[in-house]
């Protein structure tokens, strides 16, 4: 699962600004076609929650395949850029970033014409993933080990308006929502000296135009595009403009339609010119107090969303458009949680920030343990893994011993109790010797924990379905302050 930094922050304003207005210049504004203060705030509110998950994935996309300026730039659209190493602190990009997998990342310019997949035959032990995400955040479809199996093969990606058949040599067609998508490719990391065959299984990952892949002239070039610039700071004070940029390219399906309708009479969308800085005190105020009610609504979702299990939260946010059938602050949820996150069948993501016992896991002055007890690991069909993360910036954490997670490819090196449970120690501090190899250390600080299942099973005993599957993580426990 990746995801990004919260783009938004908490403002002072709040709705006790709006009686200013007054009820005749709401009555002007609706007047003159516009709606009025109070109606426009509820638009905008609605308007975060639509847009969060698309504003977030252009911010990504800006830092990995436009701003060459960037630290986490990756490279151009249409060509696989690959990291034969896993993630660690020094990658900002993303919040809870995945560290168990090196990555290869696409961005997928798909305007001009459709780009062609090609993966290569890898053994059956070893996980891989090809995840399809458009710019509306829909996992629209996957190649890998679960999906398509470990055979070699070819698969077609498109965008929304493209229509043809399938070439010969392909295996299956994916549908992008919207103009530009990205493909992540996740590739199993067994141990540290397996990295070089990781990298050889990087070097076979293809992406080819469809005119190049059947040997034809390629199309004419696209129109070129000025991507504006974004970070946090601008994000947040101008979250309608990159909502109204990246739209354009996002044709609207039948149940975006009233959203769209709605943002188009506030001055967003495409064919629109949305200026916040320009826009009288009013129209500014009634922006920014349905903005922030719209985070706080994200926010409430967010901590609200699925079934709480021994401290843990366990929920399945992600998928494609039809899961998500327009429940549009699910989808800002899922984003925010963790944008990029894996449908349910491909990965779950148990998170927590709390002790079984209901408190914040806080390092800077507590020990914490989190036992499985014999033959009560992770039920997976692939691998497991528990990442921490620093509570607030959801960052992996600086250590000394270059650790961020615990997972079952370390299982070899990990010490078991007699019972035959396995602990895992989450601590800032060094627990004694002989625990080192449990160790997973921790800020002195907040903490906040992400397990991920790979392949989950499907048979008892299962995490499946979310929140009503027979295998329950166990809880974070204190054991000493």
Not at 224 to 237: H, N, Q
Not at 317 to 328: E, K, Q, R, T
Not at 444 to 471: E, F, H, Q, T
Request: neutral net charge; proline residues 9%; charged residues 20%.
């Amino acid at each position: 699962m990746i995801t990004r930094r919260k783009l938004l922050t908490k403002t002072a304003l709040t709705a006790s600004a709006a009686p200013f207005l007054g009820l005749a210049a709401a009555q002007a504004e609706e007047s003159a076609g516009r709606p009025g203060f109070f109606a426009a705030k509820d638009i905008a509110e609605a308007g975060y929650v639509y847009g969060l998950p698309i504003v977030m994935n252009y911010a990504v996309f800006y830092e990995a395949f436009i701003d060459k300026t960037s630290s986490q730039y990756k490279g151009p659209f249409n060509e696989i850029h690959s990291a034969a190493n896993v993630f660690t602190y020094k990658d900002t990009a993303v919040v809870t970033p995945n560290s168990d997998t090196p990555y290869s990342m696409l961005g997928m310019d798909l305007r001009a014409e459709p780009i062609v997949v090609s993966v290569p035959a890898i053994e059956k032990e070893r996980y891989y993933s090809v995840q399809l995400v458009d710019g509306n955040t829909f996992n629209f479809g996957y190649i890998g080990t679960r999906a398509t199996g470990p055979e070699a093969g070819s698969y077609m990606v498109v965008g929304p308006d493209w229509n043809g058949a399938k070439p010969e040599g392909i295996g299956k067609i994916f549908r992008s929502t919207t103009q530009f998508a990205l493909a992540i490719f996740r590739t199993q990391l067994f141990n540290p000296g397996d990295i070089e065959n990781v990298r050889k299984i990087q070097a076979l990952y293809a992406a080819t135009p469809l005119s190049a892949f059947l040997k034809h002239p390629a199309p004419p070039a696209p129109p070129s595009i000025d991507f504006p610039k974004i970070d946090k700071e601008l994000a947040k004070k101008n979250f309608f403009e990159y909502l109204d940029f990246a739209l354009q390219f996002a044709p609207a399906a039948a149940n975006e339609k009233e959203i769209r309708e709605q943002l188009a009479s506030i001055g967003v969308g495409p064919g629109k010119t949305f200026n916040f800085k320009d826009m009288s005190l009013e129209k500014k105020l009634e922006t920014v107090v349905g903005l922030k009610q719209g985070k706080d609504k994200v926010d409430a979702a967010v901590e609200e969303a699925g079934t709480k299990i021994n401290g843990w939260n366990i929920a399945a946010p992600f998928g494609d458009a039809a899961h998500f059938n327009g429940n549009w602050l699910l989808r800002a949820a899922a984003a925010q949680a963790g944008i990029y996150g894996n449908d349910a069948e491909e990965a779950m993501y148990p998170m927590t920030r709390h002790a079984i016992t209901g408190e914040p896991i806080d390092c800077s002055a507590n020990a914490y343990t989190l036992t499985f007890p014999a033959g009560g690991l992770p039920p997976v069909n692939a691998f497991w893994s528990v990442t921490l993360y620093d509570s607030k910036t959801q960052l992996l954490v600086e250590n000394p011993i270059d650790r961020y997670l615990i997972n079952s490819p370390m299982l070899p090196e990990m010490k078991k109790n007699p019972d035959g449970s396995l602990t895992i120690y989450i601590q800032h501090a060094s627990p004694d010797a002989h625990k080192e190899s449990n160790w997973l250390p921790a800020p002195a600080g907040p903490v906040y924990l992400v397990m991920r299942l790979y392949w989950p099973k499907k048979n008892p005993p299962s995490i499946l379905p979310a929140g009503r599957g027979d295998w329950k993580p166990p809880g974070v426990v204190l054991t000493a302050h």
